[in-house]
Nanobody, 119 residues
Framework: QVQLVESGGGLVQAGGSLRLSCAAS????????MAWFRQASGKEREFVAS???????SYSDSVKDRFTISRDNAKNAVYLQMNSLKPDDTAVYYC?????????????WGQGTQVTVSS
């Protein structure tokens, strides 16, 4: 069983930066595709960014050029560097691991960390 624990969320002013971390335990982290999702209050969960086991990355249009996803397989961790934050980035951010092609979803999810961007 894989456990994911996010950290690094908080309150920041618009234009500021935050770095989210996701620590994984169990499973074979280095082989997993990892991703960040977010869910704002009253809205559906949305994809933010993903990183494959070889390091290939993908971003949603809304965060491209502002956010950077990275991973450290030696530490079983994935990160999300968020720059030029906007109030619209306010959401609970979730880490996800082990993308399954059949279900087109990730098998493991963290509990989330709140990011609030004030205007």
């Amino acid at each position: 069983q894989v456990q994911l624990v996010e950290s690094g969320g908080g309150l920041v002013q618009a234009g500021g930066s935050l770095r989210l971390s996701c620590a994984a335990s169990g499973g074979t982290f280095a082989s997993y595709k990892m991703a960040w999702f977010r869910q704002a209050s009253g809205k559906e969960r949305e994809f933010v960014a993903s990183i494959g086991w070889l390091g290939s990355t993908s971003y949603s249009d809304s965060v491209k050029d502002r956010f950077t996803i990275s991973r450290d397989n030696a530490k079983n961790a994935v990160y999300l560097q968020m720059n030029s934050l906007k109030p619209d980035d306010t959401a609970v951010y979730y880490c996800a691991a082990d993308y399954r092609v059949g279900s087109k979803d990730y098998k493991y999810w963290g509990q989330g960390t709140q990011v609030t961007v004030s205007s």
